[in-house]
């Protein structure tokens, strides 16, 4: 009886979290999906060394090899799954919930976090309604929205504990998972815009039907025959990955500079910055 209410609670917890009452929202609103890392705050600055670190390091006592290719096959897991915890619960059967906590361990949280400010006067002032979805964890998501100023600027944080979907993980850009939230929200698919720096995500969701906005400020350029300065300065695999940036990459030779000029026509705006987005949105009427 203990083992089977124990599962039912664990199972609970990584449901999707019950949303904020915000009243009735007329109809024909938009619902807002933000994404959290390099979007709302420039993790590429010290958090995403740090994870990769963490994660490399994970990856290295699990597989017990050497750094060097604990982190090729971190980044293979990236590419072929979307997302390394993906390979390695498949693969080695680690634990998600132990691979998250020792992926997001930060002694000073607060001094690696970088944001703009204006950011919850800028949410406040769009139309409808504002839901975090992340692949990071639910307690990370929440400290960082915290030390941003964001900590109530949402009605729903989706974080990648709550992604499961049939008793299967299934994180951005799984399409199932959005589906499923669109669902249950009884949003229709026009009515959603997602925002986010990560091309892959934003490609994959356009095709079912709902707005994307790519957030370009927070990814690293490389200029002409440039070479990261070191593997803690590398972006975090899914940014490498998304913008097809080898150039970004630790483990691939720089290449062309990576150049966010051109807009993808599954892209609906770009903007460098968040706060950009109410002008932009109206501009474009």
């Not at 390979?87 to 361990?105: I, N």
């Not at 669109?182 to 934003?202: F, N, Q, Y």
């Amino acid at each position: 009886m203990r083992t089977t209410r124990a599962v039912r609670v664990r199972h609970a917890a990584r449901a999707f979290p019950r949303e904020v009452p915000a009243g009735s929202a007329p109809a024909r609103q938009p619902v807002w999906l933000f994404d959290l890392d390099n979007t709302l705050h420039h993790a590429s600055h010290a958090i995403f060394p740090q994870i990769n670190r963490l994660m490399t390091a994970y990856v290295a006592r699990v597989l017990g090899t050497d750094d060097a290719t604990a982190s090729q096959v971190r980044v293979d897991y990236w590419r072929r799954y979307g997302a390394t915890i993906l390979g390695m619960v498949r693969h080695h059967g680690v634990d998600p919930d132990d691979f998250l906590a020792e992926a997001h361990r930060f002694e000073d949280l607060r001094a690696m976090v970088r944001a703009e400010r204006g950011l919850a006067q800028l949410l406040r002032a769009l139309p409808g309604r504002k839901i975090l979805l992340t692949n990071a964890p639910v307690a990370y998501a929440r400290e960082v929205l915290r030390l941003i100023g964001l900590k109530r600027a949402f009605l729903r944080e989706i974080a990648v504990e709550h992604m499961w979907v049939h008793r299967r993980l299934r994180p951005k850009p799984d399409p199932l998972m959005l589906r499923r939230l669109l669902a249950r929200e009884r949003i229709a698919p026009s009515r959603a815009i997602l925002v986010e720096d990560t091309l892959s995500h934003l490609k994959r969701y356009r095709r079912l039907g709902i707005g994307t906005v790519w957030v370009t400020g927070y990814l690293r350029r490389v200029p002409p025959g440039g070479q990261p300065t070191s593997t803690a300065d590398a972006l975090h695999p899914m940014q490498a990955a998304a913008v097809g940036a080898r150039a970004n990459s630790p483990h691939q030779p720089a290449a062309t500079p990576i150049l966010f000029a051109n807009r993808p026509g599954y892209v609906s705006v770009k903007v460098k910055s968040v706060l950009q987005l109410k002008r932009r949105l109206v501009r474009r009427g």
